[in-house]
């Protein structure tokens, strides 16, 4: 940072210099040094007094950058980036924890480190998409035609894998990594609902009190996550598992997040939501049928029964009610629900395989 807490950019020798030191070791160093700046009090304040505490975790932010986006696409840095993305975007969340936690939560610095990676990291996410085929397309048809491919497909690699072969330590490591977003699941479309009402709203809001039970703790959908995960008798805290998620599906998690915030892409969000609901009940029946050929209770395999039953439901919903009609309202910019749609299924596939990855590696591990 400069003197006047602005950021600086790196000159390509500095970033040069810079590039020869990051390792996990050192991301893990600049990612504690972060975690103390959330816990500062007043932190623009101290930063305006003292610049130069941030000047090592800056550096290390601006070598991740580089190395995960310019060439190299190193996991580390990858994974650096994202955890610092994810620890400034759960601020937007309440978890009913010590109120401290949320003192900078609004903090200037807090605010460029965002904005500093979410663009390096959109920009490199949207080079692997086709904008301008987007822009040329009849979105309507394209969403109806995405809508009965990902409701039925072939079972993927990963999907044969779990319903095939995953033994109980890849079972366990699928929900140590799907208990992040499983715990706290639907709280970004909570924030888009404020506003007028018409009939999209409407239909989005009976998508978020069906999530939500009606009201009915247990009969959230995070509950019976929780409940998943007291069956197995592992850990049920939010964020319990946090170490284990894979960049990317902390990558997954920050776009949603994104997203939700800026109505802005608005109709990027509800693309993505779409193909999450559509998709969810064929992807969710392989890790139910995992479970079944596990021998497990029906309590470890309830979250994937409900999805499997409703999502079906709330995916016509999505398309007929929600994406369809916004088509039609913004003609204009309607490639955006089908850029949403398929960079959420380009995303959500690059997280299984992730998953996939990581199960394998709990199966080899428990059998060594």
């Not at 950019?9 to 970033?15: D, K, N, R, Y």
């Not at 807090?110 to 500093?116: C, D, G, P, Q």
Request: a negative charge; hydrophobic letters at 40%; aromatic letters at 10%.
């Amino acid at each position: 940072m400069q003197s006047d807490g602005t950021a600086r950019s790196l000159t390509p020798l500095e970033v040069a210099d810079t590039l020869q030191f990051p390792s996990q070791n050192n991301y893990e160093q600049a990612e504690r040094q972060f975690v103390e700046f959330l816990d500062t009090d007043d932190l623009d304040a101290k930063l305006e007094q003292q610049p130069a505490l941030t000047q090592s975790f800056d550096s290390a932010l601006e070598a991740a950058l580089v190395a995960a986006y310019k060439g190299e696409n190193s996991p580390e840095a990858h994974l650096f980036l994202q955890r610092v993305l994810y620890r400034i975007n759960r601020l937007k969340l309440f978890w009913y924890d010590d109120l401290n936690r949320y003192k900078n939560e609004r903090a200037e610095y807090l605010r460029r480190v965002r904005n500093r990676v979410e663009a390096e990291w959109q920009s490199w996410e949207s080079a692997q998409l086709d904008i301008e085929g987007y822009q040329n397309s009849d979105v309507k048809d394209a969403l109806t035609r995405r809508a009965g491919e990902d409701l039925d497909p072939p079972a993927s690699e990963t999907g044969r894998f779990f319903r095939d072969e995953a033994r109980e330590a890849a079972y366990r490591r699928l929900l140590e990594i799907f208990s992040l977003d499983g715990l706290v699941e639907a709280s970004q479309l909570c924030r888009t609902m404020g506003g007028a009402s018409n009939r999209i709203h409407e239909m989005l809001t009976r998508v978020l009190v069906e999530e939500y039970g009606g009201g009915r703790l247990h009969r959230k959908h995070s509950s019976y996550f929780k409940v998943m995960l007291d069956d197995l008798k592992m850990n049920a805290a939010p964020e319990g598992y946090f170490d284990r998620t894979p960049w990317e599906v902390l990558a997954s998690i920050n776009l949603s997040f994104l997203l939700s915030e800026r109505k802005l892409y608005f109709l990027r969000y509800i693309g993505g939501l779409m193909y999450t609901e559509v998709s969810v009940p064929a992807g969710f029946s392989h890790y139910r049928e995992a479970a079944a050929r596990l021998g497990l209770s029906k309590e470890a395999m309830a979250y994937w029964d409900l999805h499997i039953k409703e999502d079906e439901k709330h995916g016509q919903w999505m398309l007929n009610d929600v994406a369809l009609p916004l088509a039609d309202q913004y003609k204009k910019d309607a490639w955006q629900l089908l850029l949403g749609y398929d960079q959420q299924r380009f995303m959500s596939d690059r997280a299984a395989t992730a998953i996939m990855r990581e199960a394998k590696q709990a199966d080899s591990q428990a059998a060594a």
